[in-house]
């Protein structure tokens, strides 16, 4: 008799309990593909990022893309421990281009999901 076969014939045992905590997901996943959205006239760009409850008590490390005039530039971006929902992220000089040496900013709202 094997383990699923036990766990169906003695639910009173709590394993399958004991089981779905064990397996449940405790992090989003790595890459992350933002779609930014620049409000009018303005040289800085918006956008959100999500995490789990264990990532922002822990912090995390992931991997998102900065839109770069044509392109999608791929960055590590380092998430603090202790985080919280809402919490607004700033990456200076990622935004959109105001003239040859300067750019605006990326800001990146954390939305903490449940799963």
Sequence with gaps: MSF??????????????????ATVRKSTPYLHITRPVPKTGESDIYGA?????????????????????????????????ETRDGTKLRLAGRGKKIDH????????????TNN
Excluded at 8 to 18: D, K, L, N, Q, V
Excluded at 51 to 67: F, H, N, S, V
Excluded at 101 to 112: A, E, P, Q
């Design 49 to 81: 990022i999500s995490i789990t409850l264990d990532e922002a008590a822990r912090g995390a490390r992931k991997l998102t893309t900065i839109p770069l005039e044509y392109q999608k530039k791929p960055i590590i971006l380092h998430i603090p421990a």
């Design 101 to 112: 040496n300067h750019r605006g900013d990326f800001y990146l709202t954390v939305r903490v």
């Design 4 to 21: 699923i076969d036990l766990k169906f014939c003695y639910p009173e045992w709590g394993i399958s309990r004991t089981l779905s905590l």
